[in-house]
């Protein structure tokens, strides 16, 4: 099997990779439905309504149950990786960070929902639609950014720098940087880029979270491809096709962990195996889609970097 994707592929929030992010949405107003102990995005659901997919509304509106479309595991797992990042952003800013970079920010609703301290600005980051829809639903919701939030509209793999400082973004004040679902959507050289990137805009004391995802082992990737195709199946049936086994990019690549760590970031990881059992829900069964290896990632940039 082959990716769809290819350079310069665009979409919006109901197709290809776009449509990944109003699933990750769906399973945040799930999750926030059922327990808002770890997470709590009042947004996720008028998100999704807004996107128009019939079936996901549904879902996002506990219209129909989640049992056999949206598994209790992705569920568990979203509500721990909300947490994760939202404690990363909360403890960075404590710090006194005041400059936040969401890159592939999707349906994410940080900007309006964590209680940034006053004078943070949260950039956002992904493709035009997709920007541009979050923007103009929220607005129509008469949602209020809780920080000052400006976004560029830009592909990753080009050139976003140009694009963040047009935003008003500045390079010379510590940043606390976000990848968060996005590594595994990206060519291998691009995420290098990505990560070259983000290290060469980070100043001293600079913070990133991302996920580290272990290379494969022989017959990983196709238990994988055959998981998501498992998946995409379940859905079709509902008539909605995400086709996910073919939106990643596959083979080898630097894991990005190593990689930041390379580059001078000292970082600190929990797998999603460890995080699940550590906020007390159920471990991983079956896990084809290698999710409990998956590690996430946090840290600050040293002073002096190699
Ligand atoms: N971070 C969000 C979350 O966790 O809900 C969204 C994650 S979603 C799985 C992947 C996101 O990456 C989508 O919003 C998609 O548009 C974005 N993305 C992937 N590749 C991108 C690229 N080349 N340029 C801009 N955005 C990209």
Known sequence: MTSTRHDGDTWDLASSVGAT??????????ATRADRRLIDDPFAAPLVRAVGIDLLTRLATGDVPPDGLVEQVAIDVAKVRARFYDEFFLEATNTGITQVVILASGLDSRAYR????????VYELDQPRVVEFKTRTL??????????????AVDL????PAALRAAGFDPARPTAWSAEGLLGYLPPEAQDRLLDTVTELSAPESRVATENRPNPKPGDEDRTKEALNRISERWRAHS???????????GERNEAAPYLADRGWALTGISVRDLLAAH???P????????????YVSGVRNKTTK
Request: cysteine-free.
């Open 240 to 250: 909605f096709d995400p086709d996910m086994a073919r939106l990643r990019y596959y």
């Open 21 to 30: 992010a109003t699933m990750a949405a769906v399973a945040r107003a799930i």
């Open 157 to 160: 793999r080009d050139d976003w």
């Open 280 to 282: 007390g829900l159920p």
């Open 139 to 152: 607005a129509a919701l008469g949602a209020v950014p809780t920080a000052d939030r400006r976004v560029a």
């Open 114 to 121: 964590l209680p940034w301290p006053i004078g943070t600005v």
């Open 284 to 295: 991983l069964r079956d896990d084809d889609l290698r999710m409990g290896d998956v590690r």
